[in-house]
């Protein structure tokens, strides 16, 4: 029926996010607030389209960090679509989200999980762990938090970012505000740590990634 009609299967609140709607579309799960796709398994396209622009399987990674976890679609995707298996630690400041992400997708998955409830900036701030691969994916609702686009947070990303690891960053870029928005970020706060970045325009998002290399 999902492939016809807009399948609801649980709504919940948090005290972050007043409506989260689990939903069952084309026969995947989509997570969404009222203005924002948080996840939609291997249709979660900004994603899919970046991994596969890098060549993802060809990479040298072992160990992931994920900021932001919505309903587990990075993993799912690179484990079911890419055939990676990867070790995650997961960072998700709603309770609420992570416990959505363990019922309805991590637990039909193979790779190992570690999943903290924290700020995604603080734990960058406080870790002294170094992942092949990061990819940030924090909003609320289609905003993403103040913090989490500063030039400490890169700072704080570069850090952790293993040698000849790869960050990859998601925006929003749907209108012209929201791109020249994005287009401000990447030349002020992200290529200034990352100074090989480049950035994907994957239609209504761009993925900055912190070297161009990766896509050569």
């Not at 991994?51 to 484990?79: A, T």
């Not at 170094?130 to 990303?157: G, N």
């Amino acid at each position: 029926m999902s492939f016809f009609l807009e399948c609801p299967l649980e709504s919940i609140s948090t005290p972050l996010h007043p409506v989260l709607n689990v939903v069952l579309i084309q026969g995947r799960l989509q997570l969404c607030t009222e203005k924002a796709v948080y996840s939609f398994s291997d249709l979660y396209t900004n994603f899919r389209s970046a991994f596969r622009s890098l060549r993802i399987q060809q990479l040298p990674v072992s160990d992931v960090l994920l900021l932001g976890l919505g309903l587990g679609s990075i993993p799912e995707l690179l484990e079911k679509k890419f055939r990676c298996r990867y070790r995650y630690t997961c960072v998700e400041i709603d309770e609420g989200i992570i416990d959505l992400a363990r019922r309805y997708t991590l637990e039909r998955l193979r790779s190992p999980f570690e999943i903290i409830c924290t700020d995604a900036a603080l734990f960058v701030a406080q870790t002294h762990r170094r992942y092949d691969m990061i990819c940030a994916d924090v909003f609320i609702d289609d905003q993403i938090p103040d913090q989490t686009q500063s030039l400490e947070f890169f700072e704080h990303l570069q850090r952790i970012c293993a040698p000849d690891g790869l960050v990859l960053f998601n925006c929003f870029a749907l209108e012209s505000s929201d791109q020249a928005k994005a287009q401000r970020l990447f030349e002020e706060r992200f290529l200034p740590v990352f100074p090989n970045a480049t950035y994907l325009d994957v239609k209504t998002n761009w993925i900055l990634i912190s070297d161009k290399k990766f896509l050569i």
